[in-house]
Nanobody
Framework: QVQLVESGGGLVQAGGSLRLSCAAS????????MGWFRQAPGKEREFVAA???????YYADSVKGRFTISRENAKNKVYLQMNSLKPEDTAVYYC???????????????WGQGTQVTVSS
């Protein structure tokens, strides 16, 4: 089992940047495939980005070219660098983890509590 704690959310103006971090517990972090999802008010939780254990990465079309997912296995962390932010990026962002080598298109097994990102126009 793995526990996930997100940080780095906040309020930013449109066009700005934020970097989200997710700290994971456990000694087998390097074998987990990780992801970021987001949920805006009144909407379903949606996929944002994923990085598998072998560093293969995937992105939603809405964030491709603006967001970058990365991982640092030595620190048990995964990051989401968000650039050129738009008001429609406003949501609670969730970190997720799964022991499967590639859980797409399904949902990961473990979830964090989320961090709020608000982009003002």
């Amino acid at each position: 089992q793995v526990q996930l704690v997100e940080s780095g959310g906040g309020l930013v103006q449109a066009g700005g940047s934020l970097r989200l971090s997710c700290a994971a517990s456990g000694r087998t972090f390097s074998s987990y495939s990780m992801g970021w999802f987001r949920q805006a008010p009144g909407k379903e939780r949606e996929f944002v980005a994923a990085i598998m254990w072998n560093v293969d990465s995937y992105y939603a079309d809405s964030v491709k070219g603006r967001f970058t997912i990365s991982r640092e296995n030595a620190k048990n962390k995964v990051y989401l660098q968000m650039n050129s932010l738009k008001p429609e990026d406003t949501a609670v962002y969730y970190c997720a983890a799964d022991p499967r080598s590639n859980w797409l298109p399904n949902r990961p097994e473990y979830w964090g509590q989320g961090t709020q990102v608000t982009v003002s126009s």
